[in-house]
């Protein structure tokens, strides 16, 4: 391992988190450990989401290490996903809502994303690390 990474925010309860309604914007960081090629080190980046808690749905944006990913996230039960795609490389982000309730809204949104280009080799892709995002106010 190249540099330990962590997010955290005290979960909230599904039976509080099914109450949740509206939109909201989640805005943070990345930050994650890299192999490309015969590269390893570590890189940071921005991390947003804008989701909507009636549809369980939300609009994902990554940028790390250069390189900008988005897609589509979901709400299953209390867990958070995102798959998300940039050129060549798939990401994957799985977390959870967090920090308490505000205006019907969770606070933030907090987990761990995984990168790939699915390659081996010398031209391996790989990168994994944590994301974090706090509501707007």
Excluded: C, K, W
Aim: aromatic share 10%.
């Amino acid at each position: 391992m190249h540099l330990g990474t962590f997010a955290a925010a005290t979960p909230i309860d599904r039976a509080v988190l099914d109450t949740a309604s509206g939109t909201a914007t989640y805005r943070g960081h990345a930050a994650g450990n890299v192999m490309n090629g015969g590269a390893v080190y570590s890189a940071i980046g921005t991390y947003s989401d804008t989701f909507d808690f009636d549809r369980r749905r939300g609009s994902t944006m990554l940028d790390f290490d250069s390189r900008r990913y988005g897609g589509s996230s979901s709400l299953d039960s209390a867990t958070y996903r995102a798959r998300l795609s940039g050129g060549d490389r798939q990401a994957a982000l799985q977390g959870q809502f967090g920090g308490g309730m505000e205006n019907g809204r969770p606070r933030a949104v907090t987990g761990g994303f995984e990168i790939s280009n699915g390659r081996s080799g010398g031209s391996a892709y790989r990168a994994t690390g944590i994301f974090a995002g706090e509501a707007g106010r």
